[in-house]
Nanobody, 117 residues
């Protein structure tokens, strides 16, 4: 059974950092592009970053220079290092595999990130 489990969220002051993890089980992460998404309160879920299976990375403009997506295929885990957090980064963060830009699996529980001003 495929599972994606996000962790690492929490409450942090503006300017602080968090490192999110997404552990995959039931399939091999190294075969897939992986994405991080965020759903802010009252808003639709939005794409944040992608880690390509070939090693490429892309990030939405609003997080460039602050967030970094990475992966450890040996641990079947994708990470999102978030620095210089701002209140607008508050939301539930999710990960998923991507095929042709579309998510592949049902969404997990996500991990809550709250940034206080």
């Amino acid at each position: 059974q495929v599972q994606l489990v996000e962790s690492g969220g929490g409450l942090v002051q503006a300017g602080g950092s968090l490192r999110l993890s997404c552990a995959a089980s039931g399939w091999i992460l190294s075969f897939a592009d992986m994405g991080w998404y965020r759903q802010a309160p009252g808003k639709q879920r939005e794409w944040i970053a992608t880690s390509g299976r070939t090693g490429s990375t892309t990030h939405i403009d609003s997080v460039k220079g602050r967030f970094t997506i990475s992966r450890d295929n040996a641990k079947n885990t994708v990470y999102l290092q978030m620095n210089s957090l701002i209140p607008e980064d508050t939301g539930i963060y999710y990960c998923n595999a991507l095929v042709g830009g579309n998510v592949l699996y049902p969404w997990g529980q996500g991990t809550q990130v709250t940034v206080s001003s």
